[in-house]
């Protein structure tokens, strides 16, 4: 299907060094992508040839000062990009005061977490204060699911842990990334089951989206799944030329897929 709009990517890091944990064996040129790193003009320049409108900035992940550089990017580009924190809950209060600080002084949008960094499962204590914070102000939590590119242990991840979650905190968006697998089918249930829970794409090429997802995509979870590439890990040229490839049953599924249901989470006032 042909795209006869601009996208918006949910998951877009600053590129300035390359994190912890090496992902390039599942990703051909990724180690070359990272060396070479990004600036906000090349970013902007390569967002602009494929096609994407607006995008999701991360920072704390990388080696550089990854927090300046997204400040820097949403201070001079408000339309167009929208901030993202990865946090780290093991720091306890100090990461909820992180957290209320980048809301409410920076205008961040969405906080991220990954078990694959503290391999505590997503129901464990530490991670409450964090939820409990992110329902106060109204602002999605983004959390990693399936089995990690780094090679860490994976049982951590299993989307399974945010039934309790999704229970506890009824009010709070969540957004599992990074595709769930081989819990797909059961990151369907989930959202099934519990209406503010989504799903982002991240990290997974679009040809190899799981068949799960699309079958909820082209039935009842057209306002529940959006696209995202997790740049530079995969690049935006090869996710725009999949995309149109997608069997996506009409154009308004395609939209919200692409653009719409990250617009009202993310770009919405």
Same mark, same amino acid.
């Given at each position: 299907?042909t ?11 600053? *590129? ?7 992902a ?16 906000? #003009? ?16 991360? !920072? ?5 000062d990854?927090?300046s550089?997204?400040k820097?990017?949403? *201070? ?7 901030? #993202? ?11 909820v005061?992180?957290?209320? #600080? ?7 949008r ?21 939820? #409990? ?8 939590? !983004? ?29 709070l ?6 595709g ?33 997802i ?39 599924t ?6 719409? *249901? ?8």
């Open positions: 299907m795209l006869k709009f601009k996208a918006i990517d949910c998951w877009v890091n600053t *590129n300035l060094g390359a994190p912890e944990g090496d390039n064996y599942l990703f051909p040129g990724l180690a070359e992508r990272w060396a070479r790193g990004t600036t906000l #003009s090349q970013l902007c320049d390569e967002m602009d040839a494929a096609g994407i409108e607006k995008a999701v900035l991360v !920072s704390g992940y990388g080696t550089g990854t927090l550089w997204v820097d990017a949403v *201070n001079r580009f408000p339309e167009r990009f929208a901030a #993202s924190h990865i946090i780290d809950p093991r720091q306890g209060m100090d990461a005061r992180l957290v209320d #600080s980048l809301v409410r002084n920076d205008g961040y969405l906080i991220r977490m990954m078990a694959l960094m503290t391999q505590k499962p997503y129901d464990d204590a530490i991670y409450f204060p964090i939820y #409990s914070k992110c329902a106060e102000l109204g602002v999605p939590v !983004s959390v990693n699911v399936g089995f990690p590119g780094p090679r860490v242990p994976s049982k951590c991840q299993d989307p399974f842990a945010l039934d309790e979650v999704c229970h506890f905190f009824p009010e968006k969540i957004i599992m990334a990074h769930g697998e081989p819990w797909t089918d059961l990151c369907v249930k989930l959202m099934l089951k519990w209406p503010n829970l989504f799903y982002m794409t991240s990290a997974f090429a679009p040809k190899h989206i799981p068949a799960a699309i079958r909820y995509l082209n039935t009842r979870g057209a306002d529940r799944i959006m696209w995202a590439s997790d740049y530079p890990v995969l690049t935006f040229e090869r996710c725009m030329k999949e995309i149109a490839g997608l069997e996506i049953r009409d154009e308004e395609l939209a919200k897929f692409v653009a719409e *249901n990250a617009r009202k989470l993310f770009f919405s006032a």
